[in-house]
């Protein structure tokens, strides 16, 4: 039995905003506070053949919609080797813009289009203004998600399951829903980094993989997220008085 967990960093050169690398220091972080000895592999070069079969987690940490198109390209030429990760319900984490890598049709803000690898049943607009704001949402167990939201396409959700519920912020499209979960393909809009910010969503997921993989994690093994937790309570305090004063 293989009791290590392999993190593939997808392009980390090219999707690089709002300082998404946290994203996976946080990922081997939370793998030690669990007693997980989890390898991160950076993929640098686009036109890399990868043996996805090799990883567990693929992470996409937020880039610009014009580099989409050139990683689509790649990805096009691995469509089968991905899908037979898809299929064998390995874990991928998409945040920001790149979520649109997962739709199927991505409209431009000058009306030009181009398709994604259509895995999440999603339309994506380009804005012709960029929304930032605070971002706080519930997943189904009620566990709290905040950060910050960038957001520069709107998103409509065909019949995909959303991630989350908004409590404050623009989620997929300014109404309820934030990001897509399907099977183990989790997107999320969600900066900060969003796994920096939020530990024990980055912890969900570990474990998640863990069980999948039947590597076993000591029950008494709960890591302490004090500073984290003060610092959703005060951004929560925050947003509340936002909402009280306009």
Known sequence: MNNEI??????PD???LHGERGNAQSFKIIADKLNIKLNIQRIDDIEEKINFSNYDILLFNSGELKVLPTILESLNNMSNELNEYIKNKKTIIVTGTTGALLANTITRYDK????????????????TMVIGDDLYYT??????IIGSQIQMIDITLNDEKPLGTIKYGYGNNGQTTEGVIKD???????????????????EKILRTVCN????????????????????????KQFITSKVTNQ
């Open 6 to 11: 392999n993190l593939a960093w997808m392009y």
């Open 14 to 16: 090219i999707l690089n």
């Open 112 to 127: 030009s289009t181009f398709s994604g690898l259509k895995l999440l049943n999603m339309d994506i607009k380009e804005r």
């Open 139 to 144: 997943l189904d167990d009620g566990t709290e």
């Open 184 to 202: 183990n393909i989790i997107f999320t809009n969600c900066l900060g980094p969003v796994f920096v910010k939020n530990p024990w969503f980055a």
């Open 212 to 235: 999948q993989k039947g590597i076993e994690i000591s029950e008494d093994t709960h890591p302490n997220y004090e500073i984290e937790i003060k610092s959703l309570e005060s951004t």
